[in-house]
């Protein structure tokens, strides 16, 4: 079974709009796993635009499904995920003026501080994943750093404006897919998708687990958070399981 991770990013975004507690992290996470997330993602950015530190620790302490961390390779997080000891991290590229993580990282250029988070957080028994474009030599250079998994991000997919263009990054995706699985590293998705664009993503065999946030709280003012995540986890496992071949 594919695992659907739920990104609560957007909760807090709507909760810091007005510098308040509501609606509080810890109910959305609590109804995001009563609605089938497998795991929990949040993205604890250098300018805390949306999730807060204390967020995190409260994520950490609180629910009883795995963790996963995004943020960027500095020093400063490295110390704080070494300190809060997620189930696993996903190093993220980050500027400070994008609305969204715009691309993956170029990993083939990796700074001496990616390959020093990348071993300091194995070290501490933290999985590591990295989130990358579908292009082949982002996957050797991330294996070269011997991190455990990468995240193909699927914006490009997910933003095509036809349907042509829509079948290219897909195929790109799933090239992708098959060699990180070939280098012995877990694929992951992500960025984008929705529950309109999902089922050809899930349904590649090499990937294991889709991280999906804004599409489930954008359907969760109308259906409720719960009933949002249900929706996805249903048509992610209904993808999964037909395999279906490239439409």
Not at 5 to 25: F, M
Not at 209 to 233: K, P, Y
Request: hydrophobic share 45%; charged share 30%; glycine share 6%.
């Amino acid at each position: 079974m594919i695992r659907l991770g739920v990104n609560l990013d957007h909760v807090a975004t709507l909760r810091q709009a007005r510098r308040g507690k509501s609606p509080d992290i810890l109910a959305a996470a609590h109804a995001a796993i009563v609605g089938g997330a497998d795991h929990l993602v949040v993205h604890l950015r250098e300018d805390r635009r949306h999730i807060q530190e204390r967020d995190v620790r409260l994520l950490r302490e609180h629910t009883t499904v795995p963790l996963s961390l995004e943020m960027a390779a500095t020093s400063a997080m490295t110390a704080f995920a070494k300190d809060l000891k997620p189930d696993a991290v996903c190093f993220v590229p980050e500027k400070r003026e994008e609305l969204t993580t715009e691309g993956g990282l170029d990993v083939a250029s990796a700074s001496k501080e990616l390959r020093r988070s990348v071993e300091e957080l194995k070290g501490a028994g933290i999985a590591v994943a990295l989130f990358v474009n579908p292009d082949e030599a982002q996957l050797v250079a991330a294996n070269d750093l011997g991190t455990d998994a990468v995240e193909i991000h699927t914006g490009r997919y997910a933003d095509a404006k036809t349907e042509g263009a829509r079948i290219f990054e897909y195929l790109a995706i799933s090239k992708t897919a098959a060699t990180a699985r070939a280098l012995g590293m877990r694929v992951h998705a992500g960025h984008g998708l929705d529950y309109g664009n999902v089922a050809r993503i899930a349904a590649l065999s090499d990937v294991e687990e889709l991280n999906i946030g804004f599409a489930i709280v954008a359907r969760a003012m109308f259906t409720g958070l719960e009933r949002a995540v249900h929706e996805m986890r249903e048509r992610v496992a209904r993808a999964k399981s037909e395999e279906a071949p490239l439409p």
